[in-house]
């Protein structure tokens, strides 16, 4: 689609042809001698163009207008592409402590340890973020920023998938992964700032107490969603004893998590298997939408270097032209 971003200035057009019929009027109010070959001493003292005089018209009317288009701003608009706008600043906590390891998840039909089957569950949910900025914390005897937060979320993906059990030390530090997450989202827009922690133990390593850094983070608007994983039964093969039941999950502190959840305005939820686990995220996606606007944008190619070259040609045809005149003159 061809367009003008400044058709307005079109209107400026006729402005040397109203500007002449004033110099004519004000010619006409004056006594002057009419010479019949006025327009020949004109070339001869080098004040007119060397070409035709109606030529010489034509030509400054051409230049003018090339002028004026060009200063209209010509452009090319391409089709409409969609662009979703920013959704949320959204960080993923991911416990990475020893007690990851336990076996009592199944995916793909297959008994798996907690961590693989939280990457492949994750991984998906983050795929349906489109708009949202997206960082990746991770946590065991201490807390650091794995992915800071970004757009690219095929990156995050990358990392997450790159953790390992016991990177970051055998421990489980909650509330430093709180803390860590506050200082990344405190800076960003008001209503946007949103945590979800996944962990399957209780917090008993780093500086911060988690009520405390639940605290903070309300303060500093952040809604904190706490997710604890783990099965509430596992079939141990015990060489001495044989088969017996135990509870994996007996060191999950779902106090606290229910309490950080509450003070931030989030909310708890329990992952006892996969597919609990896969509609949460669903469940995620609904309290925490996307992006609720698009914006189009429609790429544009600027054409007015092609009237001002034009009129610049014009203008070096006249110029050459009254060059050339002056040479022939001396001779």
Same mark, same amino acid.
């Given at each position: 689609?061809f367009e003008?971003?400044?058709?307005?200035l079109?209107?400026?057009?006729p !402005?040397?042809?109203?500007?002449s019929? =004033?110099?004519?009027?004000?010619e %006409?109010?004056?006594e002057a001698?009419?010479?019949?070959?006025?327009?020949n001493?004109?070339v001869?003292?080098?004040?007119a163009?060397?070409?035709?005089?109606?030529?010489g018209?034509?030509?400054?009317?051409?230049?003018w207008?090339a002028?004026?288009?060009?200063?209209? %701003?010509?452009?090319?608009?391409?089709?409409?592409?969609?662009?979703?706008?920013?959704?949320?600043?959204?960080?993923?906590a991911?416990d990475i402590?020893?007690?990851?390891?336990?076996?009592?998840?199944e995916?793909g039909?297959?008994?798996?340890?907690? #961590?693989?089957?939280?990457?492949?569950?994750?991984?998906?949910? +983050?795929?349906? =973020?489109?708009? @949202?900025?997206?960082g #990746?914390v +991770?946590?065991?005897?201490?807390?650091?920023?794995?992915?800071?937060?970004s757009f @690219?979320r095929?990156t995050?993906?990358?990392?997450?998938?790159?953790?390992e *059990?016991?990177?970051?030390?055998?421990?489980?530090a909650i509330?430093d992964? *709180?803390g !860590?997450?506050?200082?990344?989202?405190?800076?960003?827009?008001?209503?946007?700032?949103?945590?979800?922690?996944l962990?399957?133990?209780?917090?008993?390593?780093?500086?911060?107490?988690?009520a405390?850094?639940? &605290?903070?983070?309300?303060?500093?608007?952040?809604?904190?969603?706490?997710?604890g994983?783990?099965?509430?039964?596992l079939?141990?093969?015990?060489? *001495?004893f044989?088969?017996?039941?135990?509870?994996?999950?007996e060191g999950?502190?779902?106090?606290?998590?229910g309490?950080?959840?509450?003070?931030?305005?989030?909310?708890? $939820?329990?992952?006892?298997?996969t597919? %609990?686990l896969?509609?949460?995220?669903?469940l995620?996606?609904?309290?925490?939408?996307v992006a609720?606007?698009r914006?189009?944008? %429609?790429?544009?190619l600027?054409?007015?270097?092609?009237p001002?070259? !034009?009129?610049?040609?014009?203008? +070096? +045809?006249?110029?050459?032209? $009254?060059?050339?005149?002056?040479?022939? &003159?001396?001779?």
């Amino acid at each position: 689609m061809f367009e003008f971003a400044w058709p307005w200035l079109l209107g400026t057009l006729p !402005l040397p042809w109203l500007l002449s019929l =004033r110099r004519l009027e004000d010619e %006409r109010g004056e006594e002057a001698l009419r010479v019949p070959f006025f327009t020949n001493l004109k070339v001869i003292a080098g004040t007119a163009s060397a070409l035709a005089p109606r030529h010489g018209q034509v030509l400054a009317w051409l230049i003018w207008l090339a002028l004026v288009l060009a200063a209209a %701003r010509p452009q090319w608009l391409d089709e409409g592409v969609e662009l979703s706008t920013s959704g949320r600043d959204l960080l993923v906590a991911v416990d990475i402590s020893g007690s990851m390891r336990v076996p009592d998840m199944e995916l793909g039909g297959k008994q798996t340890d907690r #961590l693989t089957m939280i990457k492949a569950v994750l991984t998906r949910f +983050l795929a349906r =973020r489109e708009g @949202d900025r997206i960082g #990746l914390v +991770l946590f065991g005897l201490r807390a650091y920023l794995q992915t800071p937060l970004s757009f @690219d979320r095929k990156t995050v993906q990358y990392f997450l998938n790159d953790a390992e *059990i016991g990177l970051a030390g055998d421990g489980t530090a909650i509330g430093d992964a *709180i803390g !860590l997450a506050i200082k990344r989202l405190k800076d960003r827009p008001a209503q946007n700032r949103v945590l979800i922690l996944l962990t399957d133990g209780a917090n008993n390593a780093g500086e911060l107490d988690p009520a405390q850094a639940a &605290r903070l983070a309300a303060e500093a608007g952040v809604r904190v969603y706490t997710i604890g994983v783990g099965a509430d039964e596992l079939i141990m093969n015990d060489p *001495i004893f044989g088969q017996r039941v135990v509870n994996p999950s007996e060191g999950l502190d779902e106090a606290i998590l229910g309490q950080i959840a509450q003070t931030t305005g989030g909310r708890y $939820f329990r992952a006892r298997d996969t597919e %609990r686990l896969e509609a949460i995220y669903a469940l995620l996606d609904e309290l925490e939408p996307v992006a609720g606007e698009r914006e189009t944008f %429609r790429p544009a190619l600027a054409l007015y270097p092609w009237p001002l070259g !034009l009129a610049l040609a014009l203008w +070096l +045809l006249n110029l050459s032209g $009254f060059a050339g005149r002056r040479a022939r &003159r001396r001779t």
